[in-house]
């Protein structure tokens, strides 16, 4: 599977699409920040943070107490090149 198709899949869900725009407008987050926000479970946030994650959507730093989540900038770059690719493909 291609990395536009995996990037696809995971903003497929609305729930992991809210948790872009929030980390995008508050920056780097918590799980239980995030979960709080969005009125979810932890475990819930962990699994779809886990999922951006795997794709290279989001990074991590982790503090001797707490995972801080962000969007990682580096891969937004690889996924609108992924874009362009598929938009020159169906020309």
């Known amino acids: ?4 198709t995996k990037i696809f899949k995971a903003v497929a869900n609305e729930r992991r699409v809210k948790i872009i725009r ?5 920056g780097e987050m918590t ?4 979960a709080n926000e969005l009125n979810l479970s932890t475990p819930s946030v962990s699994k779809h943070l886990l ?3 795997n794709v290279g959507l ?7 107490k707490w995972i801080y ?9 690889r ?5 362009l690719k598929i938009c020159k493909k169906s020309r």
């Open 69 to 77: 989540y962000s969007i990682n900038l580096d891969k937004n770059k």
């Open 31 to 34: 799980v239980n920040s995030i």
């Open 1 to 4: 599977m291609d990395l536009a």
């Open 51 to 53: 999922k951006l994650e």
């Open 79 to 83: 996924l609108n090149f992924a874009i």
């Open 22 to 26: 929030i980390l995008g407008k508050k």
């Open 58 to 64: 989001l990074k991590k730093r982790q503090t001797s």
